[in-house]
């Protein structure tokens, strides 16, 4: 029966792979990326594709202060459903309102 993975004449490639990536890593998981707003280093990232472009982020919340719209009128981050018109973010109808957006109205 072979061995796994296989190996030619005792020389196993993903031994030897293994071996290089820990010495060149100094114990580091080779694979970790890093997040493009706090630079955390971390191997448990999550990516996320916005308008075709991708962005790795190790929270939500980094991820959130990247990608959510600030509403128009307070400023607030919405993290929520919010309300939007015509390309404008507001964090509920009375913001729109205060915006001059007649027709909002707040989900129920």
């Given at each position: 029966?072979?061995?796994?993975?296989p190996?030619?004449g005792g020389?196993?490639?993903?031994?030897?792979?293994?071996?290089?990536?820990?010495?060149?890593?100094?114990?580091k998981?080779?694979?970790?990326?890093?997040?493009?707003?706090?630079?955390?280093?971390?191997?448990k990232?999550?990516?996320?594709?916005w308008?075709?472009?991708?962005?790795?982020?190790?929270?939500?919340?980094?991820?959130?202060k990247?990608?959510?719209?600030?509403?128009?009128?307070?400023?607030?981050?919405?993290?929520?459903?919010?309300?939007?018109?015509?390309?404008?973010?507001?964090?509920?109808?009375?913001?729109?309102?205060?915006?001059?957006v007649?027709?909002?109205?707040?989900?129920?």
């Amino acid at each position: 029966m072979g061995s796994f993975p296989p190996s030619r004449g005792g020389f196993c490639p993903l031994l030897l792979f293994s071996c290089f990536a820990f010495i060149v890593s100094k114990g580091k998981d080779l694979f970790m990326a890093k997040c493009e707003v706090c630079g955390n280093e971390y191997d448990k990232v999550m990516e996320i594709t916005w308008e075709g472009e991708k962005h790795v982020f190790d929270s939500f919340e980094c991820a959130i202060k990247a990608l959510a719209p600030k509403c128009e009128h307070c400023g607030v981050t919405i993290i929520g459903h919010g309300v939007e018109s015509d390309s404008s973010f507001f964090c509920c109808a009375h913001c729109a309102h205060e915006e001059g957006v007649t027709a909002a109205v707040d989900r129920a």
